[in-house]
């Protein structure tokens, strides 16, 4: 959220939006933030933002979760996958 809108609608001239969505599916919780920002830069991943958040993802769930990002016709989506539950993210 933070990200979206320091560097996505804060970058353009017309409204801002954010958008934040989560959903259950199946044994996984899925969370989105999509903005109507200028999307992200070549690099974006070299970037401290995601990479501190990839790499929290992968301290705490492993191989369990996934990071990904996109850019869009208009702006960028940003999605995070993981357990819904502990059973799942220990494989019990």
Not at 34 to 60: C, I, K, M, Q
């Amino acid at each position: 959220m933070e990200n979206a809108i320091k560097h996505g609608t804060s970058a353009v001239e017309r409204p801002g939006r954010v958008r934040v969505s989560a959903v259950l599916n199946g044994g996984g919780l899925r969370v989105e933030v999509v903005d109507n920002g200028p999307g992200f830069r070549t690099g974006a991943s070299d970037g401290h933002g995601l990479r501190n958040v990839s790499e929290r993802l992968a301290g705490y769930y492993g191989g369990y979760a996934r990071l990904g990002w996109e850019n869009l016709d208009e702006g960028a989506r940003v999605w995070i996958e993981l357990p819904a539950t502990r059973e799942a993210r220990c494989g019990s």
